[in-house]
């Protein structure tokens, strides 16, 4: 069975940091871009960083470029969402996601796996 499965959120004040994880079941990430996106309440989900399996490249939105870093642990299967200098507009539901392309995109379509989210809140 394919799962992912997130993990590292939690409640920060403003200017903190937080880890997220995301952990693979049933798949390997070789072959699939990972994807992280977030959703606030009230707002559409939206792409925030991808990384590809192709060669490892990242993408970042503009307003997490500089404050949030995408990693991958191959031997763990595990994609890692670094967050830094969190804002009260970073809190959102948090959800990594697996395409079904090897190039990176914020377009939801591609991904066709979705784990369940990691809630983040900052508070100002």
């Known amino acids: 069975e394919v799962q992912l499965v997130e993990s590292g959120g939690g409640l920060v004040q403003a200017g903190g940091s937080l880890r997220l994880s995301c952990a693979a079941y049933?798949?390997?990430?070789?072959?699939?871009?990972i994807g992280w996106f977030r959703q606030a309440p009230g707002k559409e989900r939206e792409g925030v960083s991808c990384?590809?399996?192709?060669?490892?490249?990242?993408i970042y939105r503009d307003f997490v470029k500089g404050r949030f870093t995408i990693s991958r642990d191959k031997d763990k299967n595990t994609v890692y969402l670094q967050m830094n200098s969190l804002k009260p507009d970073d809190t959102a539901v948090y959800y990594c996601?697996?395409?079904?392309?090897?190039?990176?995109?914020?377009?939801?379509?591609?991904?066709?796996?979705w784990g369940r989210g990691a809630q983040v809140t900052v508070s100002s």
């Open positions: 996601a697996t395409s079904i392309l090897p190039q990176c995109s914020y377009d939801p379509l591609p991904y066709d796996y």
């Open positions: 049933g798949f390997s990430f070789d072959d699939n871009a």
């Open positions: 990384i590809s399996s192709r060669d490892g490249s990242t």
